[in-house]
């Protein structure tokens, strides 16, 4: 079994930071790239970055400039530091993973979301 959890999540003025992070544990063979999704309510699940296992990134352009995404591949786990948060940015966000178990299967992997709120 693989087990991702999210952490960091919580409420924040517009302007402010919050950090997530991510943790994927079980029988990990090998992380091919770990990623981060949002779900705002009534929309659909949309990608905001992902970082392969040589450290590449891609981010939305909604979030450029303003979020990061890291990883560190010997603990199996990505972090996203979210900064100049605004409004709209409001969404719960998941850890998403795709990734080799020891017994050979590959698929993807999500963790159970954590809710950023971002409100005065």
């Known amino acids: 079994q693989v087990q991702l959890v999210e952490s960091g999540g919580g409420l924040v003025q517009p302007g402010g930071s919050l950090r997530l992070s991510c943790a994927a544990s079980?029988?990990?063979?090998?992380?091919?790239?770990m990623d981060w999704y949002r779900q705002a309510p009534g929309k659909q699940r949309e990608l905001v970055a992902i970082?392969?296992?040589?450290?590449?990134?891609n981010y939305a352009d909604f979030v450029k400039g303003r979020f990061t995404i890291s990883r560190d591949n010997a603990k199996n786990t990505v972090a996203l530091q979210m900064n100049s948060l605004k409004p709209e940015d409001t969404a719960a966000y998941y850890c998403?993973?795709?990734?080799?178990?020891?017994?050979?299967?590959?698929?993807?992997?999500w963790g159970q979301g954590t809710q950023v709120t971002v409100s005065s």
């Open positions: 079980g029988s990990i063979f090998s992380i091919y790239h």
């Open positions: 970082i392969t296992t040589d450290g590449s990134t």
């Open positions: 998403h993973a795709y990734l080799r178990v020891v017994a050979g299967h590959i698929g993807d992997y």
